[in-house]
C-alpha cells in the first residue's frame, strides 16, 4: 500500500467516526432541549395552576365583601328612607 492510499483510509475513516459523533452529538442535545422544554412546560402549569386555584379563593372572599357591604348600604338607604318620611 501507497502512503496517499494509507493516509486517504486514515483520514475518510476519522472523517467518518467525526461526522457520526457530529450526528449523535446533535441528535443528544435535541433530546435534551425537549426534555428541558417538557420540564419547563410542567413547572409552568404547576404555577398556572396554583395562580388559578388562589384567584379564586380570592374572588370568593371578595364576593362575599361584597354581599356584605350590599346589605350594610341597603339599611343604611333604609335608614335613610325612613327619615326623609318622618
Known amino acids: 500500500m501507497s502512503i496517499e492510499l494509507l493516509s486517504i483510509i486514515i483520514s475518510t475513516i476519522f472523517g ?5 459523533t457530529l450526528f449523535m452529538t ?4 435535541k433530546a435534551l432541549l425537549k426534555v ?9 402549569q404547576k404555577v398556572y395552576d396554583h395562580f388559578v386555584m388562589d384567584t379564586e ?7 362575599e365583601e361584597i354581599k356584605m357591604m350590599h346589605t350594610i348600604i341597603k339599611a343604611y338607604k333604609d335608614k335613610c328612607d325612613n327619615c326623609k318620611k318622618a
Open 36 to 44: 428541558t422544554e417538557g420540564n419547563a412546560l410542567e413547572t409552568m
Open 57 to 63: 379563593k380570592q374572588i370568593g372572599i371578595m364576593r
Open 26 to 29: 446533535r441528535a443528544e442535545k
Open 16 to 20: 467518518s467516526t467525526g461526522l457520526i
